[in-house]
């Protein structure tokens, strides 16, 4: 799912050097929600992993 937002930040930049101010917004906005939800899928792997050898 990182690879995806790192796609996705890679097409905004990209639309932004050819001036697609709209797309650049809107593929900086999905790599965002696709960070979050990395991260957070990240925190709760870390802690599960945490219980299970508890």
């Known amino acids: 799912m990182l690879h ?3 796609v996705f930040f890679v ?9 697609f101010g709209g797309i ?3 593929a900086v ?3 965002k929600i696709l960070f ?7 925190v709760a792997s ?3 992993g945490l219980l ?3």
């Open 4 to 6: 995806y937002a790192v």
């Open 11 to 19: 097409i905004a930049l990209i639309a932004a050097l050819f001036g």
């Open 24 to 26: 650049a917004a809107g």
């Open 29 to 31: 906005g999905i790599a």
């Open 36 to 42: 979050i939800v990395f991260a957070v899928l990240a």
């Open 46 to 48: 870390f802690l599960f």
């Open 52 to 54: 299970r050898k508890g």
